[in-house]
């Protein structure tokens, strides 16, 4: 069987952000589970701050489009987003809003039907239970996809991993492992 290509990134760009070493835990176990891993920055990809009028005179921003276009060559995807006033960083909401607006593709819209696990981190204690649900929504209904029930939430997160960057208790540690897991088999249907 096909490795599943799958992307991983964090909602956050800050030099040693939590949701960044969520990431990087993630992409090691999905490369683990065998799947092709890209990691990326966001940082990588500057957008300006969505705006329609924005848009309609400049058009979709260069990276917008590249940033879609690396979607659409996987068949999964794996955010790791921190929580910031009960929901969603600017950085990712910016550019999932950026990403949705590209309509263009050989087979229509080329970043749809994916299939996407979900983590977050929080310093307090509920772990960004509160930012999941909203990205739970944005990435249904922005970028149409196919979301695997299977989430990570590590509350208290400055605390949860160790040297190395792997998670200190064994509970969030499993929860990772198999919604991982999970995550490769359902993106490798999509590759076979």
């Known amino acids: 069987m096909k490795s599943p290509k799958i992307l991983v990134f964090a909602g956050s760009s800050r030099t040693g952000a939590l949701s960044g070493k969520l990431a990087a835990l993630a992409a090691k176990e999905l490369a683990v589970a065998d799947a092709e891993v890209t990691r990326i920055s966001l940082a990588d990809y500057p ?105 990570i939430e590590i509350s208290r997160a400055q605390e949860a991993f160790d040297e190395s960057g792997e998670l200190v208790a064994e509970p969030p540690a499993k929860l990772l492992k198999a919604l991982c897991r999970h995550l490769v088999d359902l993106s490798r249907r999509l590759a076979d």
Do not use: C
């Open 47 to 151: 957008m300006p701050i969505y705006n329609g009028d924005l848009e309609k005179e400049k058009g979709i921003p260069e990276n917008a489009v590249r940033l879609a276009h690396l979607i659409a060559a996987q068949q999964g995807v794996f955010i790791a987003t921190p929580e910031y006033n009960n929901s969603l960083p600017p950085l990712l909401k910016n550019a999932i809003d950026w990403v949705s607006r590209n309509k263009s593709g050989p087979n229509g819209i080329p970043y749809r039907n994916k299939v996407y696990g979900i983590g977050s981190t929080s310093d307090g204690l509920i772990g960004g239970a509160r930012a999941l649900i909203d990205l739970r929504r944005v990435v249904l209904t922005a970028v149409g996809a196919i979301l695997i029930p299977e989430k």
